[in-house]
């Protein structure tokens, strides 16, 4: 019998880690031409701004792929976690009109990332792969959940951070093991695919070093309330602002050309193109200690417009943007290195909006090495247990249980 149990136990493994090389090598390479593709659109719109004022044409343009495929009431990430929980079929369509999408709001300028579409790049590619193999169950819950670990690790380039996030969908605790191989597998593999055809990965440097003090601690937890009030502000502009609009605006092909022009208007009133696109240069530039105290309400209203406009992308890079420099300008108020205030922006923001704990602190490490780790961990503590449910995406494995308690009482 224990023989038995063995033999069988050893085949899940290695159909597992086989899911997972399997999908870290095509999701990694699909991810990769992703990276490569909205690198050159932006790159073009940097050289050519004057596309900013086609941006109108390429919301309608989006909303017309979406709805000559029928799809144009899809929530977008969203969407494909409900799915994979309710063990629901994913419409295979949604990837390739993501990854054009995408592409249509980076090269005229809308305020998105590329994330949150990678994402859904991932979830529908490997949806489709798998009912190909048909698969069923959990072996198929688990190798969608791989195939949306490679996507992300290949075109952010942060292996641990994509298999955890990923793994902190609400499932199961027997998926969450289960998939636990498969996704670290996955996203390392499509990592180095990623590097393979030269996609650089997103590192962020502090340039000084920090050195851990009590005192700072006090000043880090008042920097946490202030972000978890924002966190609360943008979830709620995200997701309110479009229900809104529908009510008082249901032409959607009205509804999309009035929100991009508006951003385009934005544009031309500012003056330059800063707040367009991810938003991850200016996420850099304040931990170099350079923002402005209203960088991170701009960025909220361009992303918000932006997405109310139905132009897809992400919200992760915008969030790391509006965190960043939301830190960098009142961290430096409150006394804190204003790079450290930004990079526990940037980590913080994500953690409350996206009830992410675990993969926050991957993301810190990731993304800054271990330096000021101490700092990540005690930020992402106080954000998670400040947390509610109304966070950018649903069903999250970990969900802080103090103010629900707190409300019930």
């Not at 009431?73 to 079929?89: A, F, Q, S, V, Y």
């Not at 209203?301 to 932006?306: L, M, N, R, S």
Request: net charge positive.
């Amino acid at each position: 019998m224990k023989h038995n149990r063995f033999i069988k136990n050893s085949l899940m493994f290695l159909k597992l880690c086989t899911f997972g090389l399997f999908t870290g090598i095509i999701g990694g390479f699909i991810g990769a031409t992703f990276a490569i593709v909205l690198s050159f659109v932006i790159n073009l719109r940097e050289t050519s701004p004057w596309l900013i004022l086609l941006l109108p044409l390429g919301s309608i343009a989006t909303l017309l792929l979406y709805r000559k495929f029928k799809v144009d009431n899809h929530r977008g990430t969203n969407e494909i976690i409900r799915n994979l929980k309710n063990k629901d079929r994913i419409n295979a369509i949604i990837a390739p009109l993501v990854f054009v999408s995408t592409a249509i709001t980076q090269l005229f300028g809308g305020s998105a990332g590329k994330e949150g579409a990678a994402l859904q790049l991932g979830g529908a590619g490997s949806s489709a792969i798998s009912d190909a193999l048909k698969l069923k169950g959990e072996q198929r819950t688990i190798f969608i959940m791989s195939g949306m670990s490679a996507t992300f690790a290949s075109v952010f380039g942060t292996p641990l951070t994509a298999a955890f996030f990923v793994l902190e969908f609400k499932s199961s605790k027997k998926i969450f093991s289960l998939a636990l191989i498969p996704c670290f597998i996955s996203a390392m593999v499509a990592k180095k695919c990623a590097s393979l055809l030269n996609v650089a990965e997103e590192a962020i440097h502090l340039n000084r070093l920090i050195t851990f003090s009590i005192s700072t601690v006090w000043k880090i937890f008042v920097l946490a309330i202030g972000l978890s009030l924002l966190s609360t502000v943008m979830c709620f502009a995200f997701e309110k602002v479009q229900i809104w609009i529908k009510k008082f605006i249901p032409n959607s092909f009205i509804r999309t050309f009035i929100f991009a022009l508006t951003v385009v208007i934005l544009t031309a009133c500012i003056g330059d193109m800063r707040y367009n696109g991810s938003g991850m240069n200016m996420a850099i530039n304040a931990i170099s200690g350079s923002a402005k105290w209203y960088d991170f309400i701009l960025k909220l209203v361009f992303t918000t417009i932006t997405l109310a406009a139905g132009l897809k992308g992400g919200e992760i890079v915008p969030t790391f943007c509006i965190g960043a420099t939301f830190g960098c300008f009142f961290g430096g108020l409150l006394g804190l290195d204003s790079g450290l205030a930004a990079a526990l922006g940037i980590i913080g923001l994500f953690c409350c909006a996206t009830n992410s704990f675990i993969s926050a602190i991957f993301l810190g490490i990731e993304l800054f090495g271990f330096s000021i780790l101490p700092y990540i961990v005690i930020i992402c503590i106080i954000l998670w247990l400040l947390s509610t449910n109304d966070g950018l995406f649903e069903n999250r494995f970990f969900k802080s249980p103090i103010l629900k308690k707190l409300i019930k009482h």
